[in-house]
């Protein structure tokens, strides 16, 4: 099962762009990325996805590296609501997710 | 709410005891997973079913644990004789086959199991 790494937490300033970063050396072809997030005492939502081209949608933007080993999420102007733990995961096959410990974001007022 | 329920959200048990949880998915997701999640860590797979058949069944789910998803609707989850290493949060999941949004899972809320 392909594995991702990310960075354990971050920080960032309200109102203020943040960039979270994922590595998934070992994706194959058929893999998309996916990125969801998990507030306290609430099961994971989902907040973006990919395959190959970046993705924008209402809650973030998906950059994805010309050789697929690396994304990052991109959340355009933090809020206190956006802390959560933020999982990348790599899907296919039979789609079960294999979730890493995630980056915990922290936002300051 | 992602219109994925379960039940109960609590569940305090001593150990020893049998617990069974329940996922209702939504209505026209054939797909269902269950999910555990420990304190720090993400959720890991336990298991996995299409329509009734259950197709994929973890390490981690134990000669204690079993789980059946009868006519394809909702599923349940039972553990056997609990141990304190089961406390956990229990996590269902659905999905279609041919998603909008990839091979997006919709979470329901969890169950959070304590074992004294």
């Known amino acids: 099962d392909a594995k991702t790494t990310q960075p354990n937490s971050m920080e960032s300033n309200e109102e203020e762009p943040v960039h979270l970063p994922c590595n998934h050396s070992t994706i194959s072809g058929t893999d998309y990325i996916h990125w969801y997030r998990q507030l306290p005492s609430q099961g994971p939502e989902y907040v973006i996805h990919?395959?190959?081209s970046n993705v924008n949608n209402r809650m973030a933007s998906l950059a994805i590296a010309e050789d697929r080993k690396s994304s990052t999420l991109i959340l355009h102007r933090a809020t206190l609501r956006d802390a959560a733990v933020y999982y990348c995961i790599l899907t296919s096959g039979t789609y079960k997710y294999i979730f890493g410990t995630g980056t915990r974001l922290k936002v300051l007022a | 709410d992602t219109g994925v329920s379960q039940d109960p959200r609590h569940k305090i048990t001593k150990r020893g005891q049998n617990v069974t949880f329940r996922c209702d998915p939504i209505s026209e997701h054939n797909r269902l997973y269950w999910y555990r999640q420990t304190l720090g860590q993400g959720p890991e797979f336990l298991t996995y079913?299409?329509?009734?058949?259950?197709?994929?069944k973890s390490r981690l789910l134990s000669d204690r644990f079993s789980a059946e998803r009868p006519k394809g609707s909702f599923s349940t989850l039972e553990i056997q004789r609990t141990e304190q290493g089961d406390s956990a949060m229990y996590l269902c999941?659905?999905?279609?086959?041919?998603?909008?949004?990839?091979?997006?899972?919709?979470f329901g809320p969890g169950t959070r199991l304590t074992v004294l």
């Open positions: 990919g395959l190959t």
């Open positions: 999941a659905s999905r279609t086959p041919r998603g909008l949004r990839g091979n997006e899972q919709f």
């Open positions: 079913f299409q329509n009734e058949a259950q197709l994929e």
